[in-house]
């Protein structure tokens, strides 16, 4: 049995409240605390397995503090070369965003990206200092109008480009016309966009989170890592974009360095041949483990055991059903009648796209 951690629960969890729920440091730390137990009743159940897959080295230690003792193997996740090795198309970006100037952020638009505190730092510290520089988001996602409201206060809207949703297939277009990939969240298991825009050899500023971002980011080699929360965190984000931005040699230089470590650790090859060893020795782990194994029993043994664990998973998720459910009725999660969701799309349907995509631009 091979288990794979993918989310990280205490960074998450208080995000399905509803935003007035939210607001509220109670609820966040109660659910947080919720968040960690669970966290130490998932060490348990990864014991009964033979291996346990994270996608950072971070997580190495942190589940070893919480009693993960079977093998831990870290395996991140895989670039599809036949996506973004693509000749990019023209370029996607407004006409009037300077090259050498595009600052771009891909993500989906919830609060755990913290994209609030990534607009803030560019109004605040970054265009300011530079009046060419442009900040793009691609995405979409319950918080999108808070962010494009967010925007429209900053002061500087008219450089600021909100996208929506493009295909996947697309974005190698973006990456390839963009100067610098930008980052605020802290909780990631690995960060998909931070490993293609590597790939496509756009170096990136992003805060330190010892989680997934800071698996992929080598500072002051493919990027530069902040460290979060701190009084000279967001002049350092912005210092570090502005260095980026103002010396084509030094960007070159980590375009070429993130390039290089994305092959060398994200290329399909690389990770099915690390999925091939984890099988093998997961297949030893458990020969050793189980002397008799379930196999060798009576189907009646075999299909007693089965409903045992049928009966423990329906009645478990049954109840967080039932939770989930609960909070959706009375408006206390993100997908109640109260809640953000219903809010995004209802002012989605009344803004015209000119309004989301900030004003109208020149084609000239």
């Not at 942190?62 to 079977?70: E, F, L, S």
């Not at 999108?144 to 295909?167: C, M, P, W, Y």
């Not at 993100?334 to 000119?354: C, F, I, M, T, Y």
Request: with cysteine; hydrophobic share 40%.
């Amino acid at each position: 049995v091979l288990n794979t951690h993918t989310v990280h629960l205490p960074t998450h969890s208080h995000n399905v409240l509803s935003d007035r729920l939210n607001a509220n440091p109670k609820a966040q730390a109660f659910v947080r605390r919720l968040a960690d137990r669970a966290e130490l009743n998932f060490a348990k159940l990864y014991n009964m397995g033979d291996t346990l897959i994270v996608q950072s080295r971070h997580f190495v230690d942190y589940w070893r503090q919480r009693g993960v003792t079977i093998p831990i193997e870290v395996v991140g996740r895989p670039i599809d070369p036949n996506k973004f090795d693509a000749q990019p198309g023209s370029d996607p970006f407004p006409a009037d965003f300077a090259s050498g100037k595009r600052l771009l952020v891909v993500c989906r638009h919830d609060r755990e990206k913290r994209l609030d505190h990534l607009i803030d730092i560019f109004a605040e510290h970054l265009a300011p200092a530079d009046p060419e520089l442009t900040l793009t988001l691609i995405g979409d996602g319950f918080d999108h109008s808070n962010l494009v409201k967010h925007a429209q206060e900053s002061g500087v809207f008219d450089r600021i480009h909100f996208t929506g949703e493009v295909k996947h297939g697309q974005l190698v277009d973006w990456y390839a016309h963009a100067d610098l990939f930008v980052y605020t969240s802290v909780s990631e298991t690995f960060g998909n966009v931070v490993n293609e825009a590597l790939w496509c050899g756009l170096p990136v500023v992003a805060l330190d989170d010892r989680m997934g971002v800071a698996h992929q980011v080598v500072n002051e080699v493919n990027g530069f890592l902040i460290k979060p929360d701190q009084h000279f965190t967001d002049e350092g984000f912005a210092a570090a974009c502005l260095l980026l931005t103002r010396s084509e040699t030094l960007r070159q230089k980590m375009s070429q360095a993130a390039m290089r470590l994305s092959r060398a650790n994200s290329h399909p090859d690389v990770t099915l041949s690390r999925f091939e060893k984890i099988y093998g020795e997961a297949k030893a782990h458990c020969d050793k483990a189980i002397t008799e194994p379930l196999s060798g029993a009576s189907r009646l043994r075999q299909a007693l055991v089965l409903a045992g664990h049928l009966a423990t998973w329906t009645a478990v998720n049954g109840v967080l059903l039932a939770i989930a459910h609960t909070m959706t009725r009375f408006g206390a999660g993100r997908d109640g009648a109260e809640s953000q969701h219903a809010e995004v799309l209802a002012n989605l349907a009344q803004q015209k796209p000119s309004t989301l995509d900030g004003p109208q631009r020149s084609a000239a």
